[in-house]
């Protein structure tokens, strides 16, 4: 593998956490129910708007734009005083020494993004960083084609990383190899029936990058 496509919210920023809080937080001001990490893992996915449809919410009375604008309020707020999981920096500087090319492919809006990669000492190591031109938090599809296009990269040189179920799509999309980490997003008994090897570690993500090749 030549290059390495990373996720970034709970793949390297460690915002589980923060994002239920904030979830709890919009759903304190609506009246609605709050939830639990385990209820969080458990029903997250991609595009976002589906994942509050999932938890029962009627988006016809709490609508998408009203909880999406209250929750990046709270989440961008905090988003870099939570930091990278530990050791993802000393695994993309390792990344960097093995002479992997690296980039950052994301659902949030893209200038929140590189602020926080920015804030969090990513930028050095990134041939690009990409997000959504609104802050929808839709599908990464044709952002990731777009990246790997201006970079020169095929898919099959690449491998994505990420920690949910839709990078494990995304990934298949792209042509690419994918490897998930279960610290994130989604839950370990999802992300086990994505069809793809799940790195425990970044030792261990370093060794099965390495054995794609």
């Known amino acids: 593998m030549k290059h390495i496509i990373w996720d970034f919210n709970g793949t390297l920023l460690a915002d589980v956490q ?13 009246g609605l129910p709050r939830i639990t990490v385990d209820d969080y893992r458990s029903h997250m996915t991609m595009p976002v708007r589906d994942f509050y449809a999932a938890l029962g919410i009627d988006l016809s009375v709490y609508t998408y734009e009203t909880i999406g604008r209250l929750w990046l309020g709270m989440f961008n707020a905090h988003a870099v005083e ?81 920690d949910m179920l839709a990078d ?15 610290w994130g997003h989604n839950d370990l008994g999802r992300l086990n029936g994505a069809g793809c090897p799940v790195a425990h570690s970044f030792e261990e993500l370093g060794e099965i990058v390495a054995s794609l090749g």
Not at 107 to 127: K, N, T, V, W
Not at 130 to 158: F, P
Not at 168 to 182: D, K, Y
């Open 82 to 162: 939570v930091g990278l999981v530990p050791g993802a920096l000393d695994a993309v500087k390792r990344f960097s020494r093995a002479g992997h090319t690296q980039s950052v492919l994301s659902a949030s809006y893209e200038p929140s993004l590189l602020s926080q990669c920015q804030a969090l000492g990513l930028l050095p190591y990134m041939r690009a960083v990409n997000g959504q031109s609104d802050e929808s938090a839709g599908r990464k599809t044709a952002i990731g084609r777009r990246q790997l296009e201006a970079l020169g990269i095929e898919g099959g040189d690449a491998v994505l990383v990420g």
């Open 18 to 30: 923060l994002s239920v809080d904030a979830d709890n937080y919009v759903f304190d001001q609506l």
């Open 168 to 182: 494990a799509e995304l990934a298949r999309e792209l042509g690419t190899s994918c490897v998930l980490v279960p």
